[in-house]
């Protein structure tokens, strides 16, 4: 059996409107009236470039180079248009981790511009590498943005320091939702799909209980051994666990009966995804449905 990944487009109406519109490259501008005097920023990807957003507000442009749900940053080639992007800008947000490997080689060719690293800045001392699900991590990174851009913009800098406050502000009641989830839920046994969730199953005390073998096969995209599968089976089949935390932007045939399987069993099936869904923009707004729907399974 193989593990190898397949990368889903999770909105079909997305995808037909990319196919009409004729677009082939992954990046994005998410301001749609472009202004002399507005701060040019890049981010590698759009989870990234709704922070530099939330902390730009209406004096920056972002562009996002990764956008589409179907596009996989561990693999994406950059192209000319990304190229002019990083050159022309200011700020560049990568995530770092090995996540984005592109980025960093594409940051290379913006020498003048400013540059952060969401991985380093984190500084979590784990090595997953999904750290906008680490919500203090958000935090910091939303804190360096806003001194990098108010080095670029001075007379813009409360603003920036103010929007950084506003932004932050939300994610501590965000925090503090699903830190409540290890109060009342503390230890409960979850599988995940691949650990792409890792630090907010972590704020929220509950335990990954998923085989280590199955964990490491998805992530280096190797077939996943039939023990660890069949022991993820058991442990849905025997309902030892409240629910399966599933990557819905990347699927295979073993995950897909996975998700079947713990439906039947009548466990809770929370998805989440490495980047904004078609449509939305707001990381707060995102990663709320998300936490919502772990505490529905939660408390299920």
């Given at each position: 059996m193989s593990s190898r990944r397949?990368?889903?487009?999770?909105?079909?109406?997305?995808?037909?409107?990319?196919?009409?519109?004729?677009?082939?490259a992954c990046s994005t501008t998410d301001s749609s009236a472009s202004t002399s005097d507005k701060i040019k920023v890049v981010a590698s990807t759009n989870v990234w470039?709704?922070?530099?957003?939330?902390?730009?507000?209406?004096?920056?442009?972002?562009?996002s180079i990764i956008h589409d749900p179907s596009?996989?940053?561990?693999s994406y080639e950059t192209t000319a248009e990304d190229a002019l992007s990083a050159q022309n800008s200011k700020l560049l947000l990568g995530n770092g981790g090995g996540y984005d490997d592109f980025f960093t080689k594409l940051a290379a060719q913006a020498p003048d511009a400013k540059k952060l690293v969401a991985y380093d800045i984190a500084a979590t001392?784990?090595?997953?590498?999904?750290?906008?699900?680490?919500?203090?991590?958000?935090?910091?990174?939303?804190d360096q943005v806003a001194g990098q851009l108010g080095e670029v913009q001075?007379?813009?800098?409360?603003?920036f320091l103010d929007n950084a406050s506003a932004f932050k502000a939300k994610l501590e009641t965000l925090l503090k939702k699903v830190s409540e989830l290890g109060v009342t839920h503390p230890g409960t046994k979850v599988i995940a799909t691949e650990p792409v969730a890792h630090y907010l199953l972590d704020s929220a005390k509950a335990t990954d209980v998923t085989p280590k073998a199955f964990s490491a096969a998805v992530e280096q995209e190797t077939d996943i051994p039939v023990t660890a599968v069949n022991e993820v089976k058991q442990l849905i089949a025997g309902k030892q666990v409240k629910a399966v935390v599933n990557n819905?932007?990347?699927?295979?045939?073993?995950?897909?009966?996975?998700?079947?399987?713990?439906k039947t069993a009548g466990i809770g099936v929370?998805?989440?995804?490495?980047?904004?869904?078609?449509?939305?923009?707001?990381?707060?707004?995102?990663?709320?449905?998300?936490v919502d729907a772990l505490a529905g399974a939660l408390n299920s």
């Open positions: 397949t990368r889903s487009v999770l909105a079909a109406a997305s995808a037909l409107t990319v196919l009409a519109l004729g677009v082939t470039g709704s922070v530099l957003s939330a902390v730009g507000g209406d004096k920056v442009e972002v562009t596009a996989d940053p561990h001392g784990n090595e997953n590498e999904h750290v906008w699900y680490s919500l203090p991590s958000v935090e910091k990174v939303a001075p007379a813009s800098k409360q603003a819905a932007q990347t699927t295979t045939s073993i995950t897909d009966q996975i998700v079947g399987d713990a929370v998805d989440v995804t490495e980047t904004l869904p078609a449509g939305v923009t707001d990381y707060i707004d995102w990663m709320s449905k998300e």
